[in-house]
């Protein structure tokens, strides 16, 4: 089926409760504590809703109604698991619109933005319903009289935490693959996009997931994600964020040898050779550093260009960010940061390195006037004079920042770009196909991309990173499945005489 994006894009306001509540055994519960924390549109300021502040108390509910659904649901054959999966991906799909907007209101980007990513995520979706009819073991050799083979089983009770730069894309990367390897799911919704996880539930509800076999805990990290990676009846942690929290994540749960996935965060260098495309360098280096207001793991935040041709990339650079649109609408290139908070984090870290002696060539402020007054917009910055392991080098800002770096020549670049700490994706422009044969089997990354940007995956393929980009687990793919299933050993000795 094909995944429809290109619907009428009117902004209307979901239909969503004013308070969003937990999602635990099959129904909205509120929180234990009976305390609310507000959330508001970055795009406009506005009031969207409270979400339930829970503690440990609330996720212990979750864990013990995910714990007496996982056995019923790892009973159902995994063809059956995945054809209640298609029925949430066609119910997404039908409901598309509804989704989309509840991703633009709580993240302020533009319903075509919102669009697309739900039709991403029902992409995902139908991927991994798929995976139920391909949960493949395999057959080998052993000695005379005897079979050897392979089998995968679910782990249990999955503990999943997401960011809210994507939210229903999050969701979907760990909601469906580690449903469909039988495991019941306790998903820690991000406070700054409750509804789209909430919405979701119903979603999974009204298309048939046995109550229990997905739970949505509301609140704040300290105080409802860390309890899910602490709890003993947690099996397996899926983490999606900074590096810094995933440090944390991966100390709790390491104390009771829990399985840990993170996919944690990015400084992506981009690599313009003094043969390369420039207008087509530009675009990519725009979307990959601007696009989602730089609020992806993936972004580009490291740009390093020859010499040579360095002046005439820049001026060409500086005419693409002053043409960006910023706002919420479709015609828009790109939206808000999440929050006030980031703003101020992602401006505080501009005016140190300009104090260093930065050049910001331009943006580096937040936007105002009648469009962006009330919303948290940072203008599209170009920075550069900056040393390789200046904090802004080497720090994730989570926003639309690129920083220019000059270098001689390839293996200059090469080197520079492999001079972080992080290591998740990687880009070249280059029109020789030897030296870009070179960089994707020489750059430190999960991903490396010729002639394009540094973002983007595909339901079908693997995507992770390196050093502290993460700890080598990949999603989505089918390696996804090896995140939330065991492998079993089955060894079947045969007795000649009895045939």
Same mark, same amino acid.
């Given at each position: 089926m094909v995944i429809e994006v290109t619907q009428p894009t009117t902004m209307r306001r979901p239909d969503l409760p004013s308070r969003i509540p937990n999602w635990i055994a099959g129904k909205p519960v509120p929180p234990r504590t009976d305390n609310w924390v507000e959330k508001r549109n970055p795009a406009t300021g506005e009031f969207v809703s409270h979400l339930a502040r829970s503690d440990a108390r609330d996720v212990a509910d979750a864990v013990t109604a995910a714990r007496a659904a996982q056995p019923r649901w790892a009973a159902t054959p995994p063809?059956?698991?995945?054809?209640?999966?298609?029925?949430?991906?066609?119910?997404?799909?039908?409901?598309?619109?509804?989704?989309?907007?509840?991703?633009?209101?709580?993240?302020?980007?533009?319903?075509?933005?919102?669009?697309?990513?739900?039709?991403?995520?029902?992409?995902?979706?139908r991927f991994m319903a798929g995976e139920g009819q391909r949960l493949y073991g395999?057959?080998?050799?052993?000695?005379?009289?005897?079979?050897?083979?392979?089998?995968?089983?679910?782990?249990?009770?999955?503990?999943?935490?997401?960011?809210?730069?994507?939210?229903?894309?999050?969701?979907?990367?760990?909601?469906?693959?580690?449903?469909?390897?039988?495991?019941?799911?306790?998903?820690?919704?991000?406070? /700054?996009?409750?509804?789209?996880?909430?919405?979701?539930?119903?979603?999974?509800?009204?298309?048939?997931?046995?109550?229990?076999?997905?739970?949505?805990?509301?609140?704040?990290?300290?105080?409802?994600?860390?309890?899910?990676?602490?709890?003993? /009846?947690?099996?397996?942690?899926?983490?999606?964020?900074?590096?810094?929290?995933?440090?944390? =994540?991966?100390?709790?749960?390491?104390?009771?040898?829990?399985?840990?996935?993170?996919?944690?965060?990015?400084?992506?260098?981009?690599?313009?050779?003094? /043969?390369?495309?420039?207008?087509?360098?530009?675009?990519?280096?725009?979307?990959?550093? %601007?696009?989602?207001?730089?609020?992806?793991?993936?972004?580009?935040?490291?740009?390093?260009? %020859?010499?040579? =041709?360095? /002046?005439?990339?820049?001026?060409?650079?500086?005419?693409?960010?002053?043409?960006?649109?910023?706002?919420?609408a479709d015609d828009d290139d790109f939206g808000p940061v999440i929050n006030e908070r980031q703003l101020n984090r992602m401006l505080a870290a501009v005016e140190?390195?300009?104090?260093?002696?930065?050049?910001?060539?331009?943006?580096?402020?937040?936007?105002?006037?009648p469009k962006h007054e009330s919303g948290y917009y940072v203008a599209p910055t170009v920075i550069d004079r900056i040393d390789p392991d200046d904090e802004i080098s080497t720090t994730e800002l989570f926003g639309p920042i690129a920083c220019l770096y000059r270098c001689a020549d390839y293996q200059e670049a090469l080197a520079l770009a492999n001079r972080s700490p992080y290591g998740l994706t990687a880009c070249i422009h280059t029109r020789n196909a030897h030296r870009a044969m070179h960089f994707v089997q020489s750059v430190a990354a999960g991903v490396a991309v010729v002639n394009g940007g540094t973002f983007g995956s595909e339901p079908h393929?693997?995507?992770?990173?390196?050093?502290?980009?993460?700890?080598?687990?990949?999603?989505?793919?089918?390696?996804?499945?090896?995140?939330?299933?065991?492998?079993?050993?089955?060894?079947?000795?045969?007795?000649?005489?009895?045939?």
């Open positions: 063809v059956q698991r995945g054809e209640i999966l298609t029925a949430i991906a066609n119910t997404m799909h039908r409901r598309r619109v509804d989704i989309a907007g509840t991703v633009a209101l709580e993240t302020g980007k533009s319903m075509k933005d919102a669009l697309a990513e739900t039709g991403g995520a029902i992409l995902q979706a395999r057959t080998t050799t052993s000695a005379a009289d005897k079979y050897a083979m392979t089998i995968r089983q679910p782990i249990g009770v999955a503990g999943l935490i997401i960011a809210a730069n994507t939210p229903i894309a999050n969701v979907a990367w760990k909601v469906f693959p580690a449903l469909i390897c039988g495991n019941a799911a306790v998903l820690k919704a991000p406070e /700054d996009a409750p509804a789209t996880a909430f919405v979701f539930a119903e979603i999974a509800e009204e298309a048939g997931l046995p109550a229990g076999a997905l739970n949505v805990v509301q609140g704040l990290g300290p105080e409802a994600g860390e309890p899910i990676v602490a709890h003993p /009846d947690v099996e397996v942690v899926s983490f999606t964020g900074s590096t810094a929290v995933g440090r944390r =994540i991966a100390e709790i749960a390491g104390r009771r040898l829990a399985r840990v996935s993170l996919e944690l965060g990015g400084k992506n260098p981009l690599l313009v050779c003094d /043969d390369a495309d420039l207008d087509n360098a530009v675009k990519w280096t725009c979307l990959s550093a %601007f696009s989602n207001a730089g609020q992806r793991c993936a972004s580009a935040s490291r740009i390093i260009v %020859f010499d040579d =041709i360095y /002046d005439v990339f820049l001026e060409k650079l500086l005419k693409a960010t002053a043409a960006q649109r910023v706002g919420p140190k390195a300009k104090s260093a002696g930065a050049r910001v060539l331009a943006g580096g402020e937040r936007l105002l006037g393929m693997p995507f992770g990173g390196v050093k502290q980009s993460g700890n080598g687990t990949r999603e989505p793919g089918t390696e996804a499945l090896d995140v939330y299933s065991e492998l079993k050993d089955v060894y079947w000795l045969i007795d000649r005489h009895q045939t």
